[in-house]
């Protein structure tokens, strides 16, 4: 049974040792592909309308909104979006901002079409009311990316966990990097990346008049296929990099993972007509795809790493040995153990055993990379991200709680 379970390993982690030496190709890439920056000569740089969408978010949007005023920026028009808070978010936005309070909660799509509606800006910053720019500069570097590419017509921002104060909030901390990276790399194809920071990114305005946001798990990224189906570029700027505030607790950082993965059935249901199509260049062929990738990648890997955990743990012979077994298993530890082990002839070698190595290797390396590439000054993520490896199959788990709830409670919304 366990050479049938390791020989169909094999497929799902060929595949995603492809798509992890693609994002490291890509960001290599970027980094090579360096274009010499055109010099700017903005003499009046253009009003910028930062929009802010909040629900109950009294202990954050004051620190948010003194960020913003602090910005480096002649021309700023700020607007707050009060989706109908029961606290004193509009009483502490309003001496910042203009504010729109709606009665009732409506939801962020509407919220921010509303806004749209009333920004004045050739440009809409949209941010989270709980995230802040590192850098007074920062609003400055993002309007500057759009007069180097007419075509460009988002900019994204580095993001990092502000609340690092548990396991849980580190793990994310970590990711973000992670991905901070991947939509870097990104950068380099043609339409740039898919993934946004819903959080911290800058719009051309008449672009937003065009696609509007609409009503969905995910609308960042729903916003941002539809502005590359037009042929629109987006692109992460590295310089840029803004704090936010992660879940802190189990509850809250599944209902928001539930939210993202669903995402993946909206993919299928409303852009399958986009998937491997060549017309739409890297965004078909490469971004969509990739997106899709990971449900039925946690579908067939998960149930097979979870046997193969459980049939070796049997050969444990004490209680020291089934530490040292799980301490291998869920830390990288575990793939230095298996090469030495695999050279010396003290196991047989195996493919997919290798390819989960391999796999293990690469992630970790773009995890170092990405702490050291965006200047990650502290320790412990470094030390923690020996020990990521739980942390993405606990993911797994949640796409696999993704489908249960959208066959399940959402089975009309799906097929309609």
Request: aromatic share 18%; glycine share 4%.
């Amino acid at each position: 049974m366990i050479d049938i379970v390791l020989n169909i390993s094999i497929f799902p982690l060929l595949a995603l040792n492809i798509i992890l030496l693609s994002w490291l190709f890509l960001f290599f890439k970027s980094l090579l592909n360096k274009t010499p920056q055109k010099k700017l000569n903005i003499k009046n740089y253009p009003k910028v309308t930062v929009l802010i969408p909040a629900y109950n978010e009294e202990n954050n949007i004051e620190n948010t909104l003194k960020n913003i005023k602090s910005q480096n920026y002649p021309n700023l028009e700020i607007i707050v979006i009060d989706d109908g808070s029961q606290d004193n978010t509009s009483k502490i936005a309003k001496k910042y901002a203009k504010v729109y309070r709606f009665e009732k909660n409506r939801g962020k799509y509407f919220a921010l079409n509303y806004g749209i509606k009333k920004s004045k800006g050739k440009f809409i910053l949209i941010i989270d009311a709980d995230t802040i720019f590192e850098s007074k500069n920062a609003i400055k570097k993002m309007v500057e990316n759009f007069y180097l590419d007419k075509k460009i017509a988002a900019v994204t921002s580095v993001i990092k966990v502000k609340n690092k104060n548990n396991i849980i909030t580190y793990f994310q901390n970590i990711e973000y990097h992670y991905q901070n990276l991947i939509r870097f790399g990104l950068n380099s194809l043609k339409l740039g990346t898919i993934y946004i920071w819903g959080c911290a990114t800058m719009f051309r305005k008449d672009v937003l008049e065009k696609v509007k946001f609409r009503k969905s798990y995910s609308e960042d990224i729903d916003t941002i296929i539809r502005i590359q189906m037009k042929g629109y570029k987006v692109i992460i700027d590295k310089d840029v990099i803004a704090y936010t505030i992660a879940p802190n607790n189990l509850k809250n950082f599944v209902k928001q993972r539930i939210r993202w993965n669903s995402l993946i059935f909206q993919c299928i249901r409303d852009y399958r007509n986009v998937i491997f199509n060549p017309k739409y260049s890297s965004l078909g062929l490469y971004g969509l795809p990739i997106t899709i990738f990971w449900f039925p990648f946690s579908l067939i890997i998960f149930p097979l790493i979870t046997y193969q955990i459980f049939y070796w743990l049997q050969f444990q012979k004490n209680l020291i040995e089934i530490f040292m077994y799980f301490f291998f298993w869920f830390s990288f530890f575990g793939n230095i153990n298996y090469l030495h082990k695999v050279t010396f002839g003290i196991w047989q070698f195996h493919i997919a055993s290798f390819l989960g190595v391999l796999s293990g290797i690469l992630v970790f390396t773009l995890i170092l990379i990405s702490l050291i590439y965006f200047k990650n000054k502290d320790i412990k993520d470094f030390l923690i991200s020996f020990f990521v490896f739980p942390y993405f199959i606990f993911q797994s788990i949640i796409i696999l709680l993704t489908l249960f709830f959208i066959l399940f409670k959402k089975l009309r919304w799906l097929t309609k």
